[in-house]
């Protein structure tokens, strides 16, 4: 958790901006093909972050299981996990 006020102000920008994504994605205002965005940076940026991307895989289960994205989210998922592997190795 960030210390100063100015940390404080850019954390709350950053997850205000992450959750706003993440309920787009959930709302199909914008594909969930964009999910692979926030899912790659899993467990880089904390608790909040995290909460974040566990409503949304939840969202792609549901998406896959009852709906008709199975494939769809199986892409999102691997091109995440691509993703992740990539800025990990940075």
């Not at 901006?17 to 904390?46: C, E, P």
Request: charged share 25%; proline share 1%.
């Amino acid at each position: 958790m960030p210390t100063s006020l100015a940390a404080l102000q850019d954390f709350h920008a950053f997850n205000s901006v992450v959750s706003t994504f993440s309920k787009t994605i959930r709302t199909d205002v914008i594909s969930i093909k964009h999910a692979g965005v926030i899912l790659a940076h899993y467990d880089r940026f904390g608790q909040l972050y995290d909460q974040c991307c566990r409503i949304l895989i939840n969202e792609m289960r549901d998406r896959a299981l009852y709906g008709e994205e199975a494939t769809t989210v199986a892409t999102v998922v691997i091109e995440a996990l691509k993703e992740a592997r990539t800025v990990r190795e940075s």
